[in-house]
């Protein structure tokens, strides 16, 4: 990645604009992976601001071969291309997400809609997935109040992470602020040191790749 500048890519799923403790550890995760360096460059989803949801026509769309599709039809895919290439061009993602009913939020699953597209982010082979998107990594903040992740009614944890290994991202790290109902300020503050750890970690091995170049 010599020469070139490192991309982050953050997906904002909390659809709360103000006092959301997902976007704040998101805030932290992104400056801890460098994300304030002039030489990185940080692409922000916020999926507050809008997305759309998958239908007959836009399913039809996108199985018309690309160079059959008609105009109105590239522009139902637009969005979705969109969403796409940020995958494509991030080399690290963090995804900030919180926990709604035991699973992940309406918004943040149509974007899993849009960003899963036979043979652009996954193919199948013998009959097997093969996900497209590898050589990158991911950062998941998962938040909740009462639900505990990883615990039999956390819908959420296991679904985003298959879902990041079935399109081929499988270097994946979970922030797990989950149970914030009992012990709000621990479970921030243990998040936080969680994310500097990171950090430091993300700069070690930036030190060690510049010695070996």
């Not at 940080?42 to 997305?51: E, N, P, S």
């Not at 949801?53 to 008609?70: G, H, Q």
Request: aromatic letters at 6%; glycine letters at 6%; proline letters at 2%.
């Amino acid at each position: 990645m010599s020469g070139t500048p490192k991309t982050i890519l953050r997906v904002d799923a909390s659809m709360r604009k103000t006092k959301s403790v997902s976007r704040r550890l998101a805030d932290e995760m992104v400056a801890a992976l460098g994300g304030r360096s002039q030489d990185v460059e940080v692409v922000i989803r916020d999926l507050t601001c809008g997305i759309g949801l998958v239908n007959d026509a836009w399913i039809d769309s996108d199985r018309t071969p690309e160079e059959m599709r008609t105009q109105d039809q590239r522009v139902l895919l637009a969005q979705s291309d969109a969403l796409v290439s940020e995958l494509q061009a991030a080399d690290d993602i963090v995804i900030a997400v919180p926990i709604y009913n035991f699973s992940v939020p309406a918004a943040f699953k149509a974007w899993i809609d849009l960003v899963c597209r036979t043979d652009i982010t996954f193919v199948y082979e013998n009959d097997k997935p093969r996900g497209l998107l590898a050589d990158k990594r991911a950062f998941v903040v998962i938040t909740s109040g009462g639900t505990l992740g990883r615990s039999e009614i956390d819908y959420s944890s296991g679904y985003v992470e298959h879902i990041l290994s079935f399109i081929g991202i499988t270097d994946v790290t979970f922030v797990d602020v989950t149970g914030l109902s009992k012990n709000r300020r621990k479970v921030i503050a243990d998040a936080s040191k969680t994310i500097a750890k990171i950090g430091e970690g993300a700069s070690t091995n930036q030190r060690n790749l510049s010695a070996a170049e």
